[in-house]
């Protein structure tokens, strides 16, 4: 997993596959087996959890940190965002709490 998230980090389309020998629907069953959700989305809950910590200690415009963490832009951030939080970005950054991470009520 420590390989698919580096791999995401730098923009290269992931291919868990390739290490495993495995095909392709039997290597994501086999993760989402181990995982408890399917490639992807473990990705996609990795990129949320670094840009949680991005918008918690930064001030940077919310399109620049969406162009950091790999979104093509400020409009798939923001609906990856509401997905897992519940709320826009720019709400979480408004009433964020003194903990990293903790969504406000």
């Known amino acids: 997993t420590a ?3 580096d791999r995401c980090r730098t ?3 992931v291919r ?3 290490w495993t020998g495995f095909s392709r629907m039997h290597t994501h069953r086999l993760f989402n087996d181990w995982m408890g959700l399917p490639p992807g989305e473990f990705l996609r809950l990795q ?3 670094q840009v949680m910590g991005a918008l918690h200690n930064d001030d940077h415009q919310l399109t620049t940190i969406a162009h950091a963490h790999g979104y ?3 409009a798939h951030f923001n609906h990856h965002f509401q997905r897992f939080a519940c709320m826009s970005p720019g709400r979480y950054r408004a009433d ?3 903990l990293p991470g903790q969504l406000p009520q």
């Open 96 to 98: 964020r709490s003194p």
């Open 3 to 5: 390989r698919m998230v």
């Open 72 to 74: 093509f832009d400020q």
């Open 47 to 49: 990129r949320f959890v």
């Open 11 to 13: 923009g290269e389309r």
């Open 16 to 18: 868990p596959e390739e």
